[in-house]
């Protein structure tokens, strides 16, 4: 396989084998760590150090890195100014639980900024603890309180999280097997994933098939469904397979949820913090959501920190009622307020929109000429190539999907898979990527598309 070199170490060997200092720590981690671990199974790769978008192995092998810590690493691996931020507050104050601080209070006053206009006079800030699943379960408990309703409505696709009240809200039954008793009164409704609608051939009116189903299911008095607490929405699934949702879909369900007076909580966790080229990917949609959580990307840097920014209607809480005791993380507050300098400054939402939308063209290209393709889609820095099988060859596409994650691998581009049946092949790649490095990683597909194709069916179309 052969493909240009922009920027990397001369490709001297398989880089999807780990090297033998690789390979010690990947044997120490397998005896030692729990079973759950995921990541190193499909790419084991020994981090010595990074920068950027590169990492660089035990061995000295270098990857560009397409992954970024799921999405965390917004502008790539130790960004000086945010290392810089951090390091100061290191001497001022790391932890401080839920106490005021200098820091804290800018924090949140430049996250409520980051709304639009409209809606910041009327909403609030809240601190959970570390994780995306815990914005979750504080949307959705104060969701509860305020309505005094039980139940949610999910989707078909969704994923929020693993713990044992966000498994409750993921649509994904694998991980479920074996864990009994979730929550109860959580209920599925179909997505607006048009590649795979399963309502009509028609794809173009899809989305808004599947929105109708909801409308009538919570207009409908013979429903089924009492009116839930809370309507929990991703705007765009990324564990589900990099699937944005039709724009229609979104606004009649988010209209829906303001007619029968049903709190609609978008799940911003990986799609936040300037990920889909706006800071919030709801901004696309021309709506106004109650409740807004954020995690991932809000420290810029992989600090954890996760907030939930909602409508002061529904502030019912009393002291204490969703807490955690890494809520006052002050380094993450610093990094953050320090990425948002650096957002203002190098216009990184506008080059996610141009290089995400180069990458974007570019993957279309690919599924114009590769059979291998079924679809390519995305927004921004958050893109998914859904592969196909191979019926004559016997291969299916989650084995197609796991080749080109391997091959890529072996060329030092790291990339992610996800979807139903693990057959999107998944991209994350920085938000402040050049073109550069786009058109090498796109140049990295191609021959490995090409080469996964000659050895399955001894050529192209």
């Not at 809200?169 to 209920?187: I, M, Q």
């Not at 990458?359 to 000429?369: I, P, S, T, V």
Request: net charge negative; glycine share 12%.
């Amino acid at each position: 396989m052969t493909i240009i070199d922009r920027g990397f170490d001369p490709l001297v060997a398989d880089l999807s084998v780990p090297g033998p200092e690789g390979q010690l720590l990947l044997s120490a981690q397998e005896e030692t760590e729990s079973s759950a671990r995921s990541y190193p199974r499909r790419l084991p790769v020994a981090i010595a150090h990074a920068s950027g978008p590169y990492i660089t192995d035990v061995d000295g092998r270098r990857y560009l890195d397409f992954l970024t810590g799921a999405g965390v690493l917004a502008l790539g691996h130790n960004p000086p100014e945010l290392v810089a931020a951090v390091r100061e507050q290191l001497d001022v104050l790391t932890h401080g639980l839920d106490l005021p601080t200098p820091v804290r209070a800018e924090f949140a006053r430049r996250q409520l900024g980051m709304l639009p206009e409209p809606m910041r006079r009327d909403r609030k800030i809240h601190f959970c603890g570390p994780t995306g699943a815990d914005g979750v379960e504080a949307a959705i408990k104060l969701c509860k309180k305020a309505t005094g309703r039980g139940g949610v409505i999910t989707f078909q696709g969704s994923y929020h999280g693993s713990t044992h009240a966000t498994m409750s809200f993921t649509s994904e039954c694998a991980p479920k097997d074996g864990v009994t008793n979730l929550l109860p009164g959580v209920h599925f409704s179909p997505y607006g994933y048009c590649h795979r609608c399963p309502l009509s051939l028609d794809k173009a009116d899809c989305g808004t098939r599947c929105a109708a189903l909801l409308e009538n299911t919570l207009r409908d008095t013979h429903g089924g469904v009492p009116k839930p607490a809370a309507i929990l929405l991703e705007l765009v699934q990324g564990e589900g397979g990099a699937i944005p949702a039709p724009v229609e879909f979104v606004q009649r369900i988010a209209a829906l949820a303001a007619e029968q007076d049903i709190p609609l909580v978008v799940d911003e966790v990986q799609t936040g913090c300037g990920r889909t080229g706006t800071w919030f990917a709801f901004e696309q949609y021309g709506i106004e959501p109650d409740v807004v959580i954020a995690s991932k990307g809000v420290s810029g840097m992989g600090l954890p920190v996760s907030i939930i920014l909602y409508h002061r209607k529904l502030d019912g809480w009393a002291p204490g009622s969703h807490i955690g005791t890494f809520r006052g993380n002050n380094l993450a507050f610093a990094s953050g307020v320090a990425f948002l300098d650096v957002v203002a400054r190098d216009d990184v939402l506008g080059n996610v929109r141009e290089v995400g939308g180069r990458l974007l063209a570019g993957l279309r290209a690919l599924a114009a000429d590769s059979p291998l393709i079924a679809d390519a889609r995305g927004v921004g820095m958050m893109l998914g190539l859904e592969m196909r099988g191979v019926p004559s060859a016997g291969v299916s596409a989650t084995e197609i999907a796991a080749r080109v994650q391997r091959e890529a691998l072996r060329a030092g581009l790291i990339l992610e898979i996800g979807g139903r049946e693990d057959c999107v092949v998944r991209m994350l790649p920085p938000l402040n990527l050049t073109a550069d490095l786009a058109d090498y990683a796109l140049a990295v597909l191609k021959a490995v598309l090409r080469s996964v194709t000659e050895d399955l069916t001894g050529g192209g179309r």
